[in-house]
Nanobody, 123 residues
Framework: QVELVESGGGSVQPGGSLRLSCTAS????????MAWFRRAPGKERAFVAA????????YYADFVKGRFTISRSNAKNTVYLQMNSLKPEDTAVYYC????????????????WGQGTQVTVSS
């Protein structure tokens, strides 16, 4: 069993930055890609970004390219999401997920999820 705990959410003005962290409480020996998803009010959960085990490959949703950066520290069992140039439409609960198999862009490919952290972008 892997437990994922997100942190770093909060309220920020448009144009501001936040860095989310996701720490696995138990490290698994199998290499896993990790991802961030988000659920905005009244919308379905959406893929944001993913990173392979090695960190060499990253994947982003079009709406965050150039603004968000995903990274990881396997030594710390932690994945990060640096969010810059935040917009009101980025307001959502952000979830960290551990990949099992399948497309990195699809939520069914992930079998462990965190509880989520709220990000609010408002002036």
């Amino acid at each position: 069993q892997v437990e994922l705990v997100e942190s770093g959410g909060g309220s920020v003005q448009p144009g501001g930055s936040l860095r989310l962290s996701c720490t696995a409480s138990r490290y698994t020996s199998s290499a896993r890609a990790m991802a961030w998803f988000r659920r905005a009010p009244g919308k379905e959960r959406a893929f944001v970004a993913a990173i392979t085990w090695s960190g060499y490959s990253t994947y982003y949703a079009d709406f965050v390219k150039g603004r968000f950066t995903i990274s990881r520290s396997n030594a710390k069992n932690t994945v990060y999401l640096q969010m810059n140039s935040l917009k009101p439409e980025d307001t959502a609960v952000y979830y960290c997920a551990a990949h099992r198999s399948g497309s990195y862009y699809a939520s069914p490919a992930y079998n462990y999820w965190g509880q989520g952290t709220q990000v609010t972008v408002s002036s």
